[in-house]
């Protein structure tokens, strides 16, 4: 199983890469931490003919979402809150 999701990486995040732009997005504790502004947001989610949740769907990925916030410091607080 960990063979075939290691040979699906390269094309999930070639995949990815059309959806969010390298700069916003990191690989962290062995997963996908992306920063996305309310635009983005609203073009990946909020787009009538978005493909953005199927991809999310096929690929069994999960999706969160943090509370707001306006410089990475504040996102670094917030993890240590939880």
């Known amino acids: 199983m ?3 999701f290691d040979n699906k990486v ?5 995949t990815l890469k059309s959806y969010i732009p390298v700069d916003q997005r990191i690989v962290y504790h062995s997963g996908i931490v992306a920063f996305v ?4 947001y609203k073009t ?4 009538q003919c978005g493909t953005f949740p199927k991809f999310i769907e ?3 990925f999960y999706v969160g979402i943090s509370r707001k916030f306006s410089a990475l410091s504040e996102a670094e607080l917030s993890l240590r809150l939880f």
Do not use: G, T
């Open 2 to 4: 960990k063979e075939a």
């Open 10 to 14: 390269p094309v999930v995040f070639q």
């Open 37 to 40: 502004d309310e635009i983005l």
């Open 44 to 47: 990946l989610f909020d787009s």
């Open 58 to 60: 096929e690929n069994n």
